[in-house]
T-cell receptor, first 117, second 112 residues
Framework: DSGVTQTPKHLITATGQRVTLRCSPRSGDLSVYWYQQSLDQGLQFLIQYYNGEERAKGNILERFSAQQFPDLHSELNLSSLELGDSALYFC????????????????FGEGSWLTVV | QKEVEQDPGPLSVPEGAIVSLNCTYS??????FMWYRQYSRKGPELLMY????GNKEDGRFTAQVDKSSKYISLFIRDSQPSDSATYLCAMGSGGSNYKLTFGKGTLLTVNP
């Protein structure tokens, strides 16, 4: 158990709908990352927050948005869903949000499976 | 050309075999190299971390980085059925953010 909690574990929704994925980072971790994993694209970085502020942005669509709240939990909002958005969405957390170094390991949650039908 | 290329396999080996997993990359700015292991329906977990070129050993696992060839490897000695998982290479260039670029993963099955 990595200590990163994601809900819901599975979600089935229709095209055009909106969903919210929730993440609670490990205790003491200030940085939260969202990744999307699909069969054809692999694991893709979406966005990073550090202590409530957006730190880095990756391949995140405009239909997607995220935020990190004062209690450090984070939500990923996916709207106007398309079939191609079906994927496993991972949240990860780390203590720091800065330069990569051996101590700044990021820990992944078990993911939220999203199926768009 | 993709930034990180990884043979998806699948790779099937008998128990006790030496396993070699590899990734190539095109971005010469990458300095941090990692291997993650992902069991089915679970999140990736960090297995090995290497900075710049060289080798790193941890138990049955050895990670090698050859920056001149833009090639990294993970060797698993005395492979066990419990090593059956998808192995993902990941790379970062450092700086002020923590973006990791992942390979698509190699599915490994170790048969008892």
């Amino acid at each position: 158990d990595s200590g990163v909690t994601q809900t819901p574990k599975h979600l089935i929704t229709a095209t055009g709908q909106r969903v919210t994925l929730r993440c609670s980072p490990r205790s003491g971790d200030l940085s939260v990352y969202w990744y999307q994993q699909s069969l054809d694209q692999g694991l893709q970085f979406l966005i990073q927050y550090y202590n409530g502020e957006e730190r880095a942005k990756g391949n995140i669509l405009e239909r997607f948005s995220a935020q990190q709240f004062p209690d450090l939990h984070s939500e990923l909002n996916l709207s106007s869903l398309e079939l191609g958005d079906s994927a496993l969405y991972f949240c990860a957390s780390s203590v720091e949000g800065g330069q990569l170094f051996s101590g700044n390991t990021i820990y992944f949650g078990e993911g939220s499976w999203l199926t768009v039908v | 050309q993709k930034e990180v290329e990884q043979d998806p396999g699948p790779l099937s080996v008998p128990e006790g075999a030496i396993v070699s997993l590899n990734c190539t990359y095109s971005n010469s700015a990458f300095q941090y190299f990692m291997w993650y292991r992902q069991y089915s329906r679970k999140g990736p977990e960090l297995l090995m971390y290497t900075y710049s070129s060289g080798n790193k050993e941890d138990g049955r696992f050895t990670a090698q980085v050859d920056k001149s060839s833009k090639y990294i490897s993970l060797f698993i000695r005395d492979s066990q059925p419990s090593d059956s998982a998808t192995y993902l290479c990941a790379m970062g260039s450092g700086g002020s953010n923590y973006k990791l670029t992942f390979g698509k993963g190699t599915l490994l099955t170790v048969n008892p």
